[in-house]
């Protein structure tokens, strides 16, 4: 398996994944617009097929955020999580970030506990944070400890 950068051409499987894995998707025209904004959207290759994806952001100049991660449900808990997010935490830590934060549904528990292997601590909760009013989980990485 290969993680690399996302390319236009990829949009598609992309979006597949993100139908498949969310019940609130980024429609395509967000995605490409987070991509043209200078995102960072990193893709898992495995047979020439893309498995999974990561899109993040570099919010402030000490703070990335992750704006999304999905792996197709057939690759899941094979790893391919683990190795996006470290990909992008080695482009973070290139940019100096000192903090990374995410949000992640309350009912999410499989993805907090997959956050929570990767170093990630759960801070807050905020009431109400998603349109359909569902509340979300705060969760960070201090990657200067
Ligand atoms: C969250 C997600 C990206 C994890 O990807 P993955 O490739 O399956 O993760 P990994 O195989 O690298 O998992 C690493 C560890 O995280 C934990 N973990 C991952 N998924 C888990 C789950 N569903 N339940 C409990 N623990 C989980 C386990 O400790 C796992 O290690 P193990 O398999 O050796 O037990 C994937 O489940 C997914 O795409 N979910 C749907 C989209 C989503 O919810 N994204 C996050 C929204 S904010």
Same mark, same amino acid.
């Given at each position: 398996m290969i993680i690399r950068e996302f390319r236009r051409p990829d949009i598609n499987r992309v979006l597949e994944i993100e139908v498949a894995s969310f019940k609130d998707p980024y429609p395509v025209n967000i995605l490409i617009d987070i991509y043209n904004l200078g995102a960072g959207f990193l893709v898992a290759e495995y047979d020439n097929i893309i498995v999974g994806y990561i899109i993040f952001w570099?919010?402030? +100049?000490d703070e990335g955020h992750i704006i999304s991660i999905a792996v197709d449900d057939y690759y899941q808990r094979k790893a391919v999580g683990s190795q996006l997010v470290a990909a992008a935490l080695k482009i973070f830590k290139q940019y100096n970030i000192d903090i990374i934060r995410l949000e992640v549904r309350t009912s999410n528990k499989g993805a907090i506990k997959f956050y929570k292997s990767q170093g990630f601590t759960e801070r807050e909760v905020v009431k109400? *944070? *998603? +349109?359909?009013l569902e509340d979300a989980v705060l969760m960070d990485m201090d990657l200067k400890e």
């Amino acid at each position: 398996m290969i993680i690399r950068e996302f390319r236009r051409p990829d949009i598609n499987r992309v979006l597949e994944i993100e139908v498949a894995s969310f019940k609130d998707p980024y429609p395509v025209n967000i995605l490409i617009d987070i991509y043209n904004l200078g995102a960072g959207f990193l893709v898992a290759e495995y047979d020439n097929i893309i498995v999974g994806y990561i899109i993040f952001w570099i919010r402030f +100049e000490d703070e990335g955020h992750i704006i999304s991660i999905a792996v197709d449900d057939y690759y899941q808990r094979k790893a391919v999580g683990s190795q996006l997010v470290a990909a992008a935490l080695k482009i973070f830590k290139q940019y100096n970030i000192d903090i990374i934060r995410l949000e992640v549904r309350t009912s999410n528990k499989g993805a907090i506990k997959f956050y929570k292997s990767q170093g990630f601590t759960e801070r807050e909760v905020v009431k109400n *944070y *998603y +349109e359909d009013l569902e509340d979300a989980v705060l969760m960070d990485m201090d990657l200067k400890e």
